[in-house]
């Protein structure tokens, strides 16, 4: 069932009150459960009482009668109560004041009367329309007095949803344009081609979705997919007919959202390739679309007959989606291809270009002046960036700010999308207890604090970041319930990003306000992540008392946390927490967030390795590759790592590694433990074997015992194996070596065949007292 697009926020019906503690309906009246927080907000004394058959004045304009005819319809639906329209002496007025800019509105409240002040182009309108819903929160509505005048901060304002990875039904999309409407984001960004399927219905190409939308079936336990195979098993398919893309366009249309297609050049075009082989520079004997993810060879070759396809394909694009912006993609694309291609190697020297870089930005900017002939503009991942930027083009920079920022100071638009901030398919609850992603950590609240506006640039460079954008990207979200797990609630911190400016932003009022969200986003059965309401884990090794305390916290604003320390579940007859637990030994903490003696969430849990070795300084020879996090005590940090989040993980590129840890103190010595991954597919193997040899004075060491290891290899999934060296007599050591030996060369017929294996290793835990 699709959204009405003008929703009342927080609780709405019968029920949804006893969801959540009073603590939340509170505060509400204080902070209006308004996302995004409107810019310029003054409360009043007093309240308005929608009644039945109150009048709605509105203008002679077609586009805003359609605003206020929804706004009554769902005023109807759901509060029961029926508003009248006129056009003179309302109760409930849409003034036009054409000294408004395009988006801007003006709401006012008082006890006998509602205005809305907008321009006539009808944005403005909308948007001051969500925000009167948003006030409205009982079954009887009572909407505090109060002044408002708002603007976004941003004019571009973008999610992103990759149906390319996973098709997902046009209702779908349809939904969740209703739920970007809510919180004032005004782009989709959809993406629809790539390695793993075409998406979208071209009449003049129609192979492109007879074979290019489908998928070959995965086959479990072929050793180049670890990691990287999917989760159906089975063959996946699906792609939208140009009716259902009208349809998309026409919906979001009315919800003042433009839609925007990314059809990508002249990388990520397996399933192109595969519908129509000639476009490739002919140097495999067979294309495919792909099961797995990654960066695939095969790309478009820079021939007439290629550049005729897209020109084409655009020219339906175009027909489409009357958007000014169409986007071309322009990442990731490998040169092997063009580096062997002798039309390449032809072209490259015909038009004096330096080098394969500069054929790709001459690739580009061919694209990019068709689409200009027919009045449109390109958006480009910010590889269009290497080898000189296309004129007119705009930049989303994903890869860091370093993109926007170099556009902007070459007086290119830019839009913001850094992966770290803005990439929403990563991780955003521990990814031990998580569903399964891609990677990366991007909790609730490192998105919230995220500016898109780089300190470096000048105040007139800044004029060229015009927004930013959340990206959801599909290689791990096969389903729709998956996919708004991985949107909600960050895509609502996002909203506020957009629109708010930042000196009226602040993330504890953020979390009073989203808690009154909540019940909104349960009664549309979105099935937003619930760590909003759970405990979460920080442990620290703290220097000055030499103590490893683990702190408990919570977004859910005033909850009360309760814990254990010895297996049973928590409850509110628990111990209080009311400062960080100290722990000393392995121990596995169990917590829960209550409001009001009632369960905000579910039960959450962490084990942490806490042994002589926790906290303790090492040195390690050669020198880590890379360090996520706690550089320096990585492997000493008491949190053993997992298979799928690389950030506990301390890689090593060398054969054999040495790592002398400090204890401080000399310690009687039994046995020494760690892990290593195993995830071929990028070229990282687990140990072999090690070497432990102590010291008292840190010079001298004698050998203390070997051992080898035998990991299975035959398993079909990404591994931590765990290692235990136990001495053959205990003895006492202040410092502790291991010299851990790598996998070795990586096999014939995987990633990186014949060279170095990458080693991962995560935390060292000494066995002794």
């Not at 008491?638 to 298979?643: I, M, W």
Request: with cysteine; charged share 20%; proline share 6%.
């Amino acid at each position: 069932m699709r959204i009405i697009f003008l929703l009342i926020l927080s609780t709405i019906g019968t029920g949804i009150c006893n969801l959540f503690p009073v603590y939340a309906q509170e505060t509400a009246d204080s902070h209006y459960g308004i996302i995004p927080m409107p810019n310029k907000i003054i409360r009043k004394e007093g309240t308005f009482i929608l009644k039945n058959n109150m009048s709605v004045q509105i203008p002679d304009d077609p586009t805003i009668c359609r605003i206020t005819d929804h706004f009554i319809s769902y005023v109807k639906q759901t509060q029961e109560i029926q508003l009248q329209k006129t056009y003179k002496n309302g109760t409930i007025c849409f003034h036009v004041d054409p000294e408004l800019p395009d988006e801007e509105y003006q709401l006012e409240v008082d006890p006998e009367q509602i205005i809305i002040r907008a321009n006539n182009q009808g944005t403005g309108f909308f948007y001051g329309v969500q925000t009167l819903s948003q006030l409205i929160r009982e079954k009887t509505p009572v909407i505090p007095a109060v002044t408002i005048s708002d603007k976004p901060r941003f004019k571009y304002r973008g999610s992103m949803l990759d149906m390319a990875r996973h098709f997902m039904p046009k209702e779908f999309i349809l939904q969740h344009i209703d739920l970007m409407a809510i919180y004032k984001f005004n782009y989709l960004h959809l993406h629809l081609t790539d390695d793993q399927g075409w998406r979208i219905e071209i009449k003049k190409y129609p192979r492109l979705t007879e074979t290019g939308s489908t998928r070959p079936r995965t086959v479990i336990g072929d050793p180049n997919h670890y990691q990287t195979r999917l989760y159906d098993n089975q063959i996946h398919k699906g792609y939208y007919t140009q009716n259902d893309i009208r349809e998309i366009v026409q919906y979001a249309s009315e919800r003042f959202i433009t839609v925007i297609p990314e059809i990508e050049v002249p990388g990520h075009c397996s399933a192109a390739l595969a519908s129509y082989p000639d476009l490739s520079c002919g140097l495999e004997n067979s294309y495919k679309v792909q099961d797995s993810w990654g960066v695939f060879e095969q790309v478009y070759c820079p021939k007439e007959t290629t550049f005729e396809f897209l020109e084409n394909v655009l020219m339906e694009i175009m027909g489409l989606f009357p958007g000014h912006y169409i986007h071309i993609g322009g990442d990731e694309c490998p040169k092997k291809s063009w580096k062997q291609c002798p039309h390449c190697q032809e072209l490259i020297k015909r038009e004096n270009l330096a080098n394969e870089e500069e054929l790709q930005s001459w690739f580009i900017r061919r694209i990019e002046k068709f689409i200009n002939s027919q009045g449109r503009d390109i958006i480009g991942w910010d590889e269009i960036l290497e080898g000189g930027l296309a004129p007119n083009a705009t930049v989303m920079s994903w890869r860091g700010k370093e993109g926007g920022i170099k556009a902007a100071q070459t007086h290119h638009n830019a839009i913001m999308t850094p992966r770290s901030f803005c990439y929403l398919n990563y991780y955003q609850e521990d990814p031990e207890f998580a569903p399964h992603a891609i990677g990366g950590f991007n909790p609730l609240d490192n998105t919230y604090n995220y500016d898109p506006i780089p300190e470096e640039l000048t105040e007139k460079e800044q004029t060229y970041i015009i927004g930013a954008q959340a990206n959801i990207w599909g290689e791990y979200i096969s389903t729709p319930q998956q996919l708004e797990y991985m949107a909600f609630p960050r895509l609502l911190a996002m909203s506020e990003i957009l629109w708010t400016e930042p000196q009226n932003k602040d993330f504890e009022n953020f979390c009073i306000r989203l808690a009154n969200n909540f019940p909104l986003l349960d009664q549309l059965k979105v099935n937003a992540c619930r760590n909003f309401f759970e405990v979460n884990f920080v442990p620290v090794w703290n220097k000055e008392t030499k103590r490893y305390e683990v702190g408990l916290s919570t977004f859910y604003p005033g909850a009360t946390i309760y814990y254990t320390l010895d297996g049973n579940e928590p409850d509110v007859s628990s111990p209080l927490y009311q400062h960080p637990v100290v722990l000393s030994e392995n121990t596995t903490i169990k917590a829960v967030a209550t409001q009001n003696n009632k369960l905000l969430g579910k039960s959450t849990h962490k084990f942490f390795a806490v042994n002589p070795a926790t906290g303790c300084k090492y040195q390690c020879q050669p020198e880590a590759g890379w360090e996520h996090l706690n550089k320096g005590f990585g492997l000493t940090d008491g949190l053993r790592a997992y298979p799928h989040d690389m950030r506990h993980w301390v890689s090593f590129y060398e054969d054999t590694v040495t790592i002398t840890i400090d204890l401080n103190t000399e310690r009687n010595i039994c046995s020494i433990a760690f892990a290593s991954l195993f995830m071929p597919r990028t070229g990282i193997w687990p140990s072999r074997g090690a070497t432990v040899m102590l010291s008292s004075d840190g010079k001298n060491y004698k050998s203390a015992t070997s051992a080898t290891f035998h990991p299975d290899l035959s398993v079909n999934e990404v591994t931590r194996f765990p290692s235990l060296i136990t001495l053959p007599v205990p003895d006492k050591a202040r410092f502790v070596r291991i010299q851990i030996l790598s996998g070795g060369l990586c096999p014939k017929g995987y990633t990186d065949e014949g060279k170095q294996s990458e080693l991962a290793i995560d935390e060292i835990e000494i066995g002794g007292s």
